[in-house]
């Protein structure tokens, strides 16, 4: 699936947004994607999700990516390939697995991420991982925003249907927040405080 079919399926579900966003990292952008807005028409989900895995070159046992944003692109991907999904979760600001959810030793783990902007929270879910007893072999997102692959530097290989390349500043350095427009935290009908402005 190329981009612009990609892109096809995000302009057609509203899922790609302009205005002036705090991102879940702290960093402000003046476009956001609103995955759920994709993921929430199952068709689009599975189609979406084929097309990611047949991207994915490492043999993996089982998907994993970190709740809420990653639970359904983690489900449909677990589906396309066959394997189980889990999703990690924050009890009291800590990643954690719960909900019985476990790996038997050794397996090895597709991590992915909806969004992938700094890689922050995939890497609470390495750790989590690892503390289980299995071993992240691999990453992977649905939409690459960070311009690379954050994981080069674990040695992961990382599997992106689409990299788009937004800007982000630090709030202190937002141009919007500059204008005085307060940010919105996307996914929630929160209006921020416009940061460091
Ligand atoms: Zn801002």
């Given at each position: 699936?190329?981009?612009?079919?990609?892109?096809?399926?995000f302009r057609?579900?509203?899922a790609l947004l302009?205005?002036?966003?705090?991102?879940?990292?702290?960093?402000?952008?003046?476009?956001?994607?609103?995955?759920?807005?994709?993921?929430?028409?199952?068709?689009?989900?599975?189609?979406?999700?084929?097309?990611?895995?047949?991207?994915?070159?490492?043999?993996?046992?089982?998907?994993?990516?970190?709740?809420?944003?990653?639970?359904?692109?983690?489900?449909?991907?677990?589906?396309?390939?066959?394997?189980?999904?889990?999703?990690?979760?924050?009890?009291?600001?800590?990643?954690?697995?719960?909900?019985?959810?476990?790996?038997?030793?050794?397996?090895?783990?597709?991590?992915?991420?909806?969004?992938?902007?700094?890689?922050?929270?995939?890497?609470?879910?390495?750790?989590?991982?690892?503390?289980?007893?299995?071993?992240?072999?691999?990453?992977?997102?649905?939409?690459?925003?960070?311009?690379?692959?954050?994981?080069?530097?674990?040695?992961?290989?990382?599997?992106?249907?689409?990299?788009?390349?937004?800007?982000?500043?630090?709030?202190?350095?937002?141009?919007?927040?500059?204008?005085?427009?307060?940010?919105?935290?996307?996914?929630?009908?929160?209006?921020?405080?416009?940061?460091?402005?």
């Open positions: 699936m190329d981009t612009e079919t990609v892109l096809e399926h057609a579900t509203g302009e205005g002036h966003f705090e991102l879940s990292s702290g960093l402000h952008s003046d476009r956001y994607f609103q995955c759920a807005l994709v993921l929430c028409e199952p068709w689009r989900a599975e189609a979406l999700a084929r097309a990611f895995a047949a991207k994915v070159e490492t043999e993996v046992d089982v998907v994993v990516g970190p709740a809420m944003g990653a639970v359904v692109w983690a489900h449909e991907v677990g589906r396309a390939l066959g394997k189980r999904a889990l999703f990690t979760e924050r009890k009291d600001g800590v990643m954690s697995l719960r909900r019985g959810f476990g790996f038997r030793p050794g397996e090895r783990v597709l991590l992915v991420e909806d969004v992938l902007t700094t890689g922050g929270s995939a890497r609470e879910v390495i750790e989590v991982v690892e503390a289980h007893g299995a071993q992240v072999v691999a990453c992977g997102c649905l939409v690459n925003r960070s311009g690379k692959n954050p994981f080069a530097d674990l040695g992961l290989p990382l599997t992106e249907l689409v990299r788009l390349e937004v800007q982000t500043w630090e709030p202190s350095a937002c141009p919007r927040c500059a204008e005085g427009s307060p940010a919105v935290k996307p996914g929630s009908r929160t209006v921020a405080t416009g940061g460091g402005a």
